[in-house]
């Protein structure tokens, strides 16, 4: 286990291609070969991040920080995880990918805290009739300035259009569209036609933000497209 940011390599083919200020305090586990860690130079993590690579053959791929993002990040064989520019979090995000899945978050993702998301379910689930396995993992896929709510969990095969905002607990298992509010256990579309903004309702002035006229709007609004 490294835990030291760094660049590095090793006789596995294992990289960490990073050109930035070295952080202390980051856990980085290598336990197969040709696993590669590529982080923006700009990127900013917290001492509770862990890269956990399980097997071979694997990427992780963050780009450059707003402010702190904290992960607990595992790629299994084949597998990536790929996370734009200035994702936040509120605490540690876990992320997995394994069996060749691909979980991708765009730009200006806001994360809350106590969200999970994951390609698969870690331990295989088999029909006893066809031995065939039940519970495949599955890529997926988060579009730019999409914000998940406190508690969401995205599962294998989800896929959320940019703009979007993902409510408080709730449970994502499918495809949703741009510009639009998902909640609920499993996640339905509740609102369309939505944008929203990193302005917090007591940290930024005006603390009553009742129309879109007292702040800077971002470039994400944009009407659902179905």
Excluded at 10 to 30: E, K, M, T
Excluded at 124 to 131: A, E, L, Y
Excluded at 206 to 214: E, L
Aim: aromatic letters at 8%; proline letters at 3%.
């Amino acid at each position: 286990m490294l835990e030291l940011l760094d660049a590095y390599s090793d006789d596995r083919g294992n990289v960490i291609d990073y050109s930035g200020r070295p952080i202390s305090g980051i856990q980085i586990h290598f336990s197969g070969s040709n696993n590669r860690l590529i982080l923006d130079s700009e990127v900013k993590l917290t001492r509770s991040t862990v890269f956990r690579f399980d097997c071979n053959n694997a990427t992780i791929r963050i780009g450059k920080g707003l402010h702190g993002f904290a992960g607990f990040l595992r790629v299994g064989e084949d597998s990536s995880i790929v996370i734009g520019d200035h994702v936040t979090t509120t605490s540690r995000v876990t992320i997995t990918a394994v069996e060749g899945a691909i979980v991708s978050l765009g730009d200006d993702c806001m994360i809350s805290g106590d969200v999970q998301i994951r390609s698969d379910d870690e331990h295989p689930i088999f029909d006893i009739h066809t031995g065939d396995r039940v519970n495949n993992a599955s890529s997926i896929n988060i579009g730019n300035h999409t914000w998940l709510g406190w508690g969401a969990r995205i599962l294998g095969g989800s896929t959320i259009g940019e703009g979007s905002v993902v409510g408080l607990s709730s449970v994502v298992t499918g495809s949703f569209p741009n510009n639009c509010v998902v909640a609920g256990v499993p996640a339905r579309i509740k609102r369309k036609d939505i944008a929203w903004e990193r302005d917090h309702l007591t940290l930024k002035k005006p603390y009553y933000k009742p129309n879109a006229d007292v702040l800077t709007k971002s470039p994400y609004w944009r009407s659902t497209t179905d």
